[in-house]
C-alpha cells in the first residue's frame, strides 16, 4: 500500500518539475520575439 502511493507521487512530482522548467524557459524566449514582431507592424502602420 504504501510502495503505491509513493510511486504514483514519484512520477507526478518529477513530471510537474519537469514541466514547470521548460513551460518557464519557453515564454521569456517566445515573449521577446513576440514583442518585436509585434512592436514592428504597429510602426509601419503608423508611418
Do not use: G, W
Not at 22 to 31: D, I, L, N, Q
Amino acid at each position: 500500500m504504501p510502495h503505491r502511493p509513493r510511486r504514483r507521487l514519484c512520477p507526478v512530482s518529477n513530471s510537474s518539475m519537469i514541466f514547470p522548467l521548460p513551460r518557464m524557459t519557453s515564454p521569456p524566449k517566445v515573449e521577446e520575439p513576440a514583442n518585436v514582431l509585434i512592436d514592428q507592424p504597429p510602426e509601419k502602420l503608423r508611418n
